[in-house]
């Protein structure tokens, strides 16, 4: 493995990371709290939920610490006023695009967007509410996707392509339209592609996709499986090369 | 959509998505051009999910992808198009010389009800066809004839300085010349 050691600069404190490291796993490795949502270990990275966003001097933009490769000499602040006023704002716009209601979820207590808005202390939104109307798909004998609960962070698309191959989901339509739909927007027990396998329920970070079964507040994800299949995966695949 | 689901793709057509597989074959980005030459080879200028799913299984491309990309630009119809497509622009300048009012009218006129396009609302995206089949009506963010506002595009002729009566003129002139 080419691990060229770099030093930089996290909130003041120098600490070494590994070229080709992304700012994230720098920080992470190094003890340091970056929220997430659509970042899951083991897949790969789009930058798309914006709550990682961390300062690096010498720029006035923020940057998505999940993306940005780290650099020698770069000085980062994982916190500040300014990044959990911007961090607010994009959990907030997420909580009004959909319908988020915590109390008769699924996913109560174990989710990573309400954990995100409570430690960020979002009490309310200073958004008008979307209120969509948007269906509930209960076609899959064993799984259940509502709409009302996802926050497109795309975790369930890449982890059917990546770790299992399927390719059952994609988002379709673009702005307030885009969905996750399975196959041609099929219902997704009518998928041909899905293996029900299950991996995009344990990735999703929301109540969004969930087994049956469960009443609200049961609903545990395990998402840390998925990151241990990928590693295995990639040990097996390098291994094999 | 669901009626479009169950039509069997004929022969015809899956020769001409076979052809249009064949020439971007081994392309990279080849999904786009698939697509494009197989709506615009369709009669009613749209890709059923038939075809779609054809296109799927014959390009090796998972089925999600294709959809998400053939809804994802608004250059791809998956509802059958009329014979007359009529795009008005809802840009800054047209809104504020009066395009909402020119749009309302022009629905009320072919009889497309008023529900339709309040449930689509000011969305960037408006797609409506006659029962018909003889108009559809689209909406555009911009021509980038602002100085020409409002601009409606009529089967890609643009016509400048709109109003209600010459796109009423207009309108009945292609319905009658189709007859």
């Known amino acids: 493995m080419p691990t060229k050691t770099i030093s930089v600069r996290i909130d003041g404190e120098l600490v070494a990371a590994h070229e080709g490291q992304t700012i994230l796993e720098a920080a992470r490795e190094n003890g340091k709290q970056i929220p997430t949502l659509c970042y899951l270990k083991g897949l790969s990275t789009v930058g798309a939920c914006r709550v990682c966003l961390v300062e690096l001097s010498g720029t006035d933009r923020l940057l998505p610490a999940c993306t940005t490769p780290i650099q020698e000499g770069m000085s980062i602040r994982t916190n500040s006023e300014k990044l959990t006023r911007y961090r607010k704002m994009a959990v907030e716009l997420l909580l009004v695009e959909r319908n988020h209601i915590c109390s008769v979820c699924v996913s109560n207590s174990h989710c990573e967007l309400q954990s995100l808005a409570q430690s960020l202390g979002i009490t309310h939104v200073s958004y008008s509410y979307n209120n969509p109307r948007l269906p509930v798909d209960m076609t899959h004998p064993r799984f259940v996707l509502d709409h009302n609960r996802c926050i497109l962070c795309t975790r369930c698309v890449r982890v059917c392509a990546e770790l299992e191959g399927a390719n059952v989901w994609e988002v379709a339509s673009r702005g307030i339209y885009s969905r996750i739909v399975s196959d041609l927007r099929e219902d997704w027990g009518h998928a041909k592609n899905c293996t029900g396998c299950g991996k995009c329920v344990q990735a999703c970070p929301t109540g969004a996709l969930a087994e049956k079964g469960y009443a609200v507040h049961e609903m545990v994800k395990q998402s840390d499986a998925v990151t241990r299949l990928a590693s295995q995966r990639a040990l097996g695949g390098n291994g094999a090369r | ?179």
């Open chain 2, 1 to 179: 959509m669901q009626s479009a689901a169950a039509e069997v793709l004929d022969a015809h057509e899956r020769v001409l998505i076979d052809q249009a597989i064949a020439r971007h074959e081994s392309r990279p980005g080849a999904l786009l051009g698939i697509l494009e030459a197989v709506q615009s080879a369709n009669a009613h200028k749209f890709l059923s999910m038939e075809s779609l799913r054809y296109i799927a299984t014959e390009t090796g491309i998972a089925p999600a992808r294709v959809y998400s990309a053939a809804t994802f630009f608004a250059l791809f119809n998956l509802l059958p198009q009329g014979d007359n497509v009529i795009c008005v622009c809802r840009g800054t300048a047209c809104h504020t010389r009066g395009s909402r009012d020119l749009l309302a009218k022009l629905c009320l006129d072919l009889g497309l009800r008023d529900r339709d396009l309040s449930e689509t609302g000011d969305a960037d995206q408006v797609s409506l066809t006659t029962a018909d089949r003889k108009f559809t009506i689209r909406t555009v963010a911009c021509f980038g004839q602002c100085a020409l506002a409002p601009v409606v595009e009529v089967n890609h002729h643009i016509l400048s300085h709109v109003n209600e009566r010459t796109l009423q003129r207009e309108v009945k002139a292609l319905a009658h010349g189709r007859k």
